[in-house]
Nanobody, 128 residues
Framework: VQLQASGGGLVQAGDSLKLSCVSS????????MGWFRRGPEKEREFVAA????????YYHDSVKGRFTISRDHASKTIYLQMNNLEPEDTAVYYCAARDPISHPTDDNYDVAGTYFYWGQGTEVTVSS
């Protein structure tokens, strides 16, 4: 398994969760990383992304100010700190990685098709 996500669970509205995604990919330091989610009867949607330099982060409008993406090169892990969770955040969350060879341009971080590697997902359920 090249990307292993964890940290999901059942929480109440207003609670916090921190998702983790450990990578075994060679060249992790050069990969842009992202989080996507698929809610019940919904299409997969972008949540957040972080560049390989850690200099830029991107968020879906619905999570701005509540979610924070970060990464630790030493442990080859990315995180998604989710605060003030809402029932609408209920979904399976997937981490994803894209390398600079398959996607050399610094754009389209919100496009799932630009990511080559995907984790298995971790489920988050937020009750009202």
């Amino acid at each position: 398994v090249q990307l292993q996500a964890s940290g999901g669970g059942l929480v109440q509205a207003g609670d916090s969760l921190k998702l983790s995604c450990v990578s075994s990919l060679r060249g992790f330091r050069t990969f842009a990383m992202g989080w996507f989610r698929r809610g019940p009867e919904k299409e997969r949607e972008f949540v957040a992304a972080i560049t390989w330099t850690n200099t830029s982060t991107y968020y879906h409008d619905s999570v701005k100010g509540r979610f924070t993406i970060s990464r630790d090169h030493a442990s080859k892990t990315i995180y998604l700190q989710m605060n003030n969770l809402e029932p609408e955040d209920t979904a399976v969350y997937y981490c994803a990685a894209r390398d600079p060879i398959s996607h050399p341009t610094d754009d389209n971080y919100d496009v799932a098709g630009t990511y080559f590697y995907w984790g298995q997902g971790t489920e988050v359920t937020v009750s009202s």
